[in-house]
């Protein structure tokens, strides 16, 4: 068969296989593993809704007729998780707005403009990218207690911001290289400041890039553990996987499976909506390569 | 240039500044409260001499190997599987990812429950199975601890891997394949030749993730087993060192000889990473 052939039969070819029993094999395959990835989460939430005495049996002890809110009940009233969820969302919301801020504009500056020391700049952004928060936690403990920054949200913004910083600037360089030139110098000719191009001009472009800045920034803060476990002291300051922490271990040798299970949900909920209702940028920027640790 | 300050500013405050700081500290018998005394390379003498550090390094390093090859191998085939955009890929591949977006410290605290001996659904699955007929206390023994933890990792990062590759695997030009089909090449032919080769960098990449993820290893080990010593990492060493023991001191030294073997590993990151970012 000739070349042309090939390229012209492929159409048809390829229309066939899609329903043929390759089709199905992938179909069956790609179901199971779906299933694999689903059901244990989808577990932990129908748990969450079983009476009390259920909560902390196997699956075969599962009763879908009986379902309650008793467990989120008793975590918000005994368990004060409010304050905790409250905390969480600040500091998850709070390294968010702060990492699209400074990622933009270090990313605008990085992307459209050469200056002196810029080589220097973008050196050390790549440091900081190597240097896990893990292995300046001592230091950055004393340095934070320092400043009156432990047991506080705002210091914890401020270093999750830091840690963040490496993948969103790389994303808003990225995202600022691919806005034409001519687009900013017609923005300057027509008299517009550095931040009234930024808001009005280039804001419909660098959208995608800012929203996937933002959801890495939340999703980490929101789940991060051990900087919160650190740095947070007191129970009112507490972001919920710490809280979720102190439930399993703070009852000497029984767990509140009540408690821990809805409170797993609560700390679940917000990522699954979030990445859902933005996955298009968030997997469009994790999927171009731009994670770099 | 008072665009990149901000930026500059917070790697300044809490990265570069608490690196310089973490050697002098790392000099010291800096306790939690109370004054510190400078003992020179005293802590580093004894880091090199103490069994619990190095039954720590060893095991970071077991867990390390254990999970790195099952992660990819899941993940490349994840990508496999959804490469050629069939009907419905886009769904599987979102809920391929769904774990890794729930984040390790929530899963970790979903198998605290489910790996109980009598309620969790672990056992009680695997007993259905006919996998395992007596009940199990996961967390306790090393062995099944370890077991346990690392088909959890798997199951948590898998995704990850499979995003990257997919993001590899949508730069290689459609013609390659199809030239390859011209020639009759076969399927394991072209994987060899054409997908691998040109793979290579997102292989590199999604290889050092996971690598330098296993290797800073807290949240599955700390919530999952926290009591079990054998399976204590360096992360988990560090902080129960620095903030159990109040040995600040102590536990920068170590920290530091962390920054060594991430710096490692991150050089070969940079060096593979380094032409697609033109610097």
């Given at each position: 068969m000739s070349a042309a052939g090939a390229t012209a039969a492929r159409p048809v070819a390829r229309h066939r296989r899609a329903r043929g029993p390759a089709f199905w094999a992938y179909l069956f395959v790609a179901t199971a593993l779906a299933l694999v990835f689903v059901v244990p989460l989808a577990w932990a939430v129908a748990r969450s809704f079983q009476p009390s005495t259920l909560a902390s049996?196997?699956?075969?002890?599962?009763?879908?007729?009986?379902?309650?809110?008793a467990n989120y009940r008793a975590v918000f009233a005994q368990e004060h998780i409010t304050r905790n969820v409250i905390n969480s969302l600040i500091a998850a919301i709070g390294t968010a707005v702060l990492s699209m801020v400074v990622c933009t504009m270090a990313g605008y500056g990085l992307a459209k403009f050469r200056f002196r020391g810029s080589g220097i700049v973008f050196a050390s952004i790549l440091l900081a990218l190597m240097i896990p928060f893990q292995a300046v936690l001592t230091p950055l403990f004393i340095e934070l207690n320092y400043l009156h920054l432990t047991n506080s949200l705002l210091g914890l913004v401020l270093v999750y911001t830091t840690f963040s910083l490496p993948f969103g600037v790389f994303v808003m360089r990225n995202t600022f290289q691919q806005v034409p030139a001519e687009l900013i110098e017609s923005a300057e000719v027509d008299g517009a400041g550095v931040v009234n191009t930024l808001l009005r001009v280039l804001r419909p472009l660098i959208l995608p890039g800012l929203a996937t800045t933002a959801i890495y920034a939340f999703l980490y803060s929101w789940t991060e553990f051990l900087q919160a476990l650190t740095f947070l002291e007191t129970d009112g300051k507490l972001t919920l996987p710490v809280k979720l922490f102190d439930i399993e271990t703070?009852?000497?040798?029984?767990?509140?499976y009540g408690y821990l299970s809805s409170g797993i949900v609560i700390a679940m909920v917000p990522c699954i909506v979030l990445y859902l209702s933005l996955q298009r940028y968030y997997v469009q920027g994790l999927m171009s390569g731009a994670v770099k640790g | 240039m008072v665009l990149v300050s901000p930026a500059c500013a917070l790697i300044a405050a809490f990265v570069l500044f608490p690196l310089a700081f973490a050697v002098y500290i790392s000099l010291t018998d800096w306790p939690l409260i109370g004054p510190y005394h400078y003992i020179g390379l005293a802590n580093y003498r004894e880091l090199f001499s103490d069994p619990q550090f190095r039954h720590a390094v060893v095991f970071t390093f077991t867990y390390t190997a254990i999970v790195t090859a099952p992660i990819f191998l899941v993940g490349y085939g994840l990508a496999l599987l959804l490469r050629s955009n069939r009907p419905g890929a886009k769904i599987f591949r979102t809920i391929y990812f769904l774990p890794f977006v729930v984040g390790l410290t929530t899963i970790s605290f979903m198998f605290v429950i489910e790996l109980q001996?009598?309620?969790?659904?672990v056992d009680w699955l695997l007993s259905r199975l006919h996998l395992a007929s007596s009940t199990q206390a996961w967390t306790v023994t090393h062995d099944s601890a370890l077991l346990a933890i690392s088909v959890i990792v798997v199951w948590f990062a898998s995704g990850l891997t499979m995003l990257i590759l997919t993001g590899g695997m949508q730069g290689i030009p459609r013609e390659l394949y199809e030239a390859a089909d011209v020639d009759g090449a076969s399927w394991l032919k072209k994987e060899l030749r054409i997908t691998l080769p040109l793979l290579r960098r997102s292989i590199a990449l999604s290889l050092i993730i996971s690598v330098i993820g296993s290797f800073l290893a807290f949240n599955q080990f700390f919530i999952?087993?926290?009591?079990?010593?054998?399976?204590?990492t360096v992360v988990e060493w560090i902080y129960q060192t620095g903030f159990?023991?109040?040995r600040l001191g102590y536990a920068t030294a170590m920290a530091l000889f962390l920054v060594v073997i991430i710096g490692i590993v991150s050089m070969g990151q940079f060096l593979v990473l380094r032409d697609e970012t033109e610097l």
């Open positions: 049996q196997h699956p075969q002890g599962a009763d879908f007729t009986h379902l309650t809110i703070s009852t000497y040798g029984t767990i509140n | 001996p009598n309620s969790g659904s999952l087993a926290q009591n079990n010593v054998s399976l204590e159990s023991s109040y």
